[in-house]
């Protein structure tokens, strides 16, 4: 067990540079598997998620060498192989075994996947959707037995845009006989990642970025490679962060476009950003204004950038408004926060921030990934020291957080317990 040590009230100024994006790269790396052969992934984030992934491909006799931030996967000699609690439960992406394998092998056992605990996280889209190309499913317990005979192309609705059944689905239908046209497809920049990686070993799909996707298949594949897109979420943390307390803070190796939701919302508060080819400087900005954040799919609000700007919201002079629309259970940070002084009513999934409030250090718990980001923001602007405990859930998605915050004068430490 770890936690996190933080002494507040410092400026930060130099630059942060923004790694590769963790739901991006949590795909890309069971996708290498449907190429038969050797994938080449740069720009890999140094998260915990990637370990997980890594043991799987693994268990699956996959050959992997990780150097710096490279992983390359040869899946030419993959031995099927069920994948147990211990493995599939460390993340959430690892039901993404369930698209590649199903495409590659036509069968898959697996454990129920594990992951934050933001809500129910049902996957009846992606077993609805593997059963429309073919699939029959198992449902044991804790387990998942997929298998078909042969899968083939069909029209697949979704009744909610959602990334990870789009993402299941694209897996499991390159290797479909015939056309698979998936319908209100989700439209996040890492979707267009991983259509690029597939399409880049053979694959032929067609839509990426829009809310229709249509895979021909089977496809003849072959060694590829892909490099993963900026953290649009790790930016926006940081960017968030730069409001708080950042001095010139640069943001860097960024997408400025997969950001706009926040940066609009950002200079509607009047905060002090300035946003160039790949980067964004932010300064604290004081006086700044109340504003009413709506969570929705890509474009929209991201979910995931909710919890970090709940605090900047502390910080605005009047009532905001943080309103969630994806995950029932967004608001696990709240009660830390009051605890260290935020004025914030829940309501089931909305929240009402009163501010300015002034934050004072406490012991505090993470809950899950983005709302222990929210916490280490906190923290950072709080007066006195706070330390949060169950960190495990930050360092799954934000890579070395400790070292990039310290770089630009966070006073920070991880500490064994
Ligand atoms: N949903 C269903 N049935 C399904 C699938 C989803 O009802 O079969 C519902 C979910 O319960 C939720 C909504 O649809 O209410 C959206 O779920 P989606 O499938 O889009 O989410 P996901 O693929 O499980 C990914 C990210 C999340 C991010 C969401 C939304 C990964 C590994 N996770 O989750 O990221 O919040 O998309 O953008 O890509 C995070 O990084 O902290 C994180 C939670």
Known sequence: MKQMIIEGNHKLKGTIEIGGAKNSAVALIPAAILAKGKCIIKNVPNISDRDAL??????????????????????????NAPIGAELSNRLRASYYFMGALLGREKYVEI?????????????????EGFKALGATIETHKDKYILKADKL?????????????????????????????????????????????FLNNMGANIKGAGSSTITITGPTKHHDAEITVLPDRIEAGTYIILGALCGDNLCIKNIIPAHLEALTTKLKEMGANIKINNDSIIISETKDLKPINIKTLVYPGFPTDIGQPMSVLLTQ?????????????????????LNKMGAKIKVNGMSAIIEG??????????????????????????????TIITDVEHILRGYENIVTKLTNVGAKIELKEI
């Open 54 to 79: 890594i043991d799987i491909l693994k268990l699956l006799n996959c050959d992997v060498t990780l150097e710096s931030n490279i992983l390359t996967i040869d899946s030419t000699n993959l031995k």
């Open 356 to 385: 300015p409030t002034k934050l004072t250090g406490k012991e505090v718990i993470a809950t899950d990934l983005r709302g222990g980001a929210a916490l280490v923001l906190a923290g950072l602007i709080a007066e006195g020291t």
């Open 111 to 127: 454990n129920i996947p594990g992951g934050c605990n933001i809500g129910s996280r049902p996957i009846d889209m992606h077993l």
């Open 316 to 336: 605005c002079h009047g009532t905001s408004l943080f309103e969630e629309t994806i995950w029932e259970n967004r608001m696990g940070h709240v009660p830390s």
């Open 152 to 196: 083939i192309g069909t029209d697949i609705f979704l009744r909610f845009q959602s990334v990870g059944a789009t993402i299941n689905l694209i897996l499991a239908s390159v290797y479909a006989e015939g056309t698979t046209i998936i319908h209100n497809a989700a439209c996040e920049a890492e979707i267009i990642n991983i259509i690029d």
